[in-house]
């Protein structure tokens, strides 16, 4: 067999390894109807207990928070739900992104999840957004919610102003194709920020935020260009008007803070706004903590109950 010949056998090989394995630990992934047609998938992570919902950060997928659930089997049955345009769930058509709808991606698993209510919520960044602007709709369905430095601005502080901002840029020329899901990791575990990510983390990231392509490369499933779209709205939703209003207690984390204007420089505000808020600062610990020290954010959802 010639060398090509060879390459794309092992790259077929690979991609049926991949959908086996996809399929085995998909096998309670479930469909829920949010809005605007638009079918989120729900993943269950297993555990016993409480049920604990995992909200993702933008850019990224339920599955790169199973780590934390797996620290938490003995006290939760957790789950975790791909965000439209994310991991599973796909992207409408022509759709100018709406953070609202990240809400309402955020309120379907819930109502499928915990439909009587006493459901727990970690979210991270927006995720930690689409978390707390569900509250505000639907505070029946939640007993806490753990947001770490989630993006709720007071406007017109952030938002889209003159040029693109570093991560803005870094998003829309992020690369989408791989040769390998292995070539994949090894790419991403050699640069920062994903080189000091959790190693489970890295894996499930890639191997379930890619999926194989036609020509034989992995493709990345949430499209650079809808990432960077996200960032660019993250300050203009109506989250931070909406934070006197919500009762749902909410514990407020972020990492050290370096920049008033940031994340993290902004958390401390949004939990005072807050009716029932609490705000945790973490002295050595930074936006991406969550994907660092999957342990780190387990333990901040046990202690918030």
Same mark, same amino acid.
């Given at each position: 067999?010639?060398?090509?010949?060879?390459?794309?056998?092992?790259?077929?090989?690979?991609?049926?390894?991949?959908?086996?394995?996809?399929?085995?630990?998909?096998?309670?992934?479930?469909?829920?109807?949010?809005?605007?047609?638009?079918?989120?998938?729900?993943?269950?992570?297993?555990?016993?207990?409480?049920?604990?919902?995992?909200?993702?950060?933008?850019?990224?997928?339920?599955?790169?928070?199973?780590?934390?659930?797996?620290?938490?089997?003995?006290?939760?049955?957790?789950?975790?739900?791909?965000?439209?345009?994310?991991?599973?769930?796909?992207?409408?058509?022509?759709?100018?992104?709406?953070?609202?709808?990240?809400?309402?991606?955020?309120?379907?698993?819930?109502?499928?999840?915990?439909?009587?209510?006493?459901?727990?919520?970690?979210?991270?960044?927006?995720?930690?957004?689409?978390?707390?602007?569900?509250?505000?709709?639907?505070?029946?369905?939640?007993?806490?919610?753990?947001?770490?430095?989630?993006?709720?601005?007071?406007?017109?502080?952030?938002?889209?102003?003159?040029?693109?901002?570093?991560?803005?840029?870094?998003?829309?020329?992020?690369?989408?194709?791989?040769?390998?899901?292995?070539?994949?990791?090894?790419?991403?575990?050699?640069?920062?920020?994903?080189?000091?990510?959790?190693?489970?983390?890295?894996?499930?990231?890639?191997?379930?935020?890619?999926?194989?392509?036609?020509? *034989?490369? /992995? #493709?990345?499933?949430?499209? %650079?260009?809808?990432? =960077? !779209?996200?960032?660019?709205?993250?300050? @203009?939703?109506?989250?931070?008007?909406?934070?006197?209003?919500?009762?749902?207690?909410?514990?407020?984390?972020? *990492?050290? /803070? #370096?920049?008033?204007?940031? %994340?993290?420089?902004? =958390? !401390?505000?949004?939990?005072?706004?807050? @009716?029932?808020?609490?705000?945790?600062?973490?002295?050595?610990?930074?936006?991406?903590?969550?994907?660092?020290?999957?342990?780190e954010s387990a333990q901040l959802i046990v202690d918030a109950l």
């Open positions: 067999m010639s060398a090509l010949g060879s390459a794309r056998s092992a790259r077929r090989s690979e991609r049926q390894d991949w959908q086996a394995s996809r399929s085995a630990s998909d096998d309670v992934a479930v469909q829920v109807e949010s809005s605007g047609g638009i079918n989120v998938a729900v993943h269950e992570f297993g555990g016993t207990g409480q049920p604990l919902l995992l909200s993702h950060a933008t850019g990224f997928h339920a599955h790169c928070y199973q780590p934390i659930a797996d620290r938490l089997a003995d006290r939760f049955t957790s789950f975790g739900h791909d965000h439209r345009g994310h991991g599973n769930t796909p992207q409408p058509d022509d759709w100018a992104v709406d953070w609202d709808c990240y809400a309402d991606d955020a309120i379907a698993a819930a109502e499928a999840i915990a439909p009587n209510g006493g459901l727990v919520a970690f979210g991270h960044s927006m995720g930690g957004a689409s978390l707390v602007m569900a509250a505000h709709r639907r505070p029946d369905l939640f007993d806490v919610i753990v947001a770490f430095e989630p993006i709720i601005f007071p406007a017109p502080d952030v938002g889209p102003q003159g040029e693109p901002t570093p991560m803005i840029a870094a998003a829309r020329n992020r690369r989408s194709n791989f040769e390998s899901f292995g070539a994949a990791i090894e790419n991403y575990a050699s640069k920062p920020p994903m080189q000091f990510f959790d190693a489970d983390v890295l894996r499930l990231y890639v191997e379930h935020g890619f999926a194989p392509a036609d020509d *034989g490369t /992995v #493709e990345l499933l949430c499209a %650079p260009e809808h990432e =960077a !779209r996200t960032f660019e709205t993250g300050g @203009t939703h109506r989250g931070w008007d909406l934070l006197p209003e919500i009762e749902t207690r909410v514990v407020v984390v972020s *990492g050290r /803070v #370096e920049q008033e204007r940031s %994340p993290a420089g902004i =958390a !401390r505000g949004v939990a005072e706004r807050l @009716t029932n808020g609490t705000y945790i600062e973490l002295s050595t610990g930074n936006h991406l903590s969550p994907f660092i020290d999957p342990a």
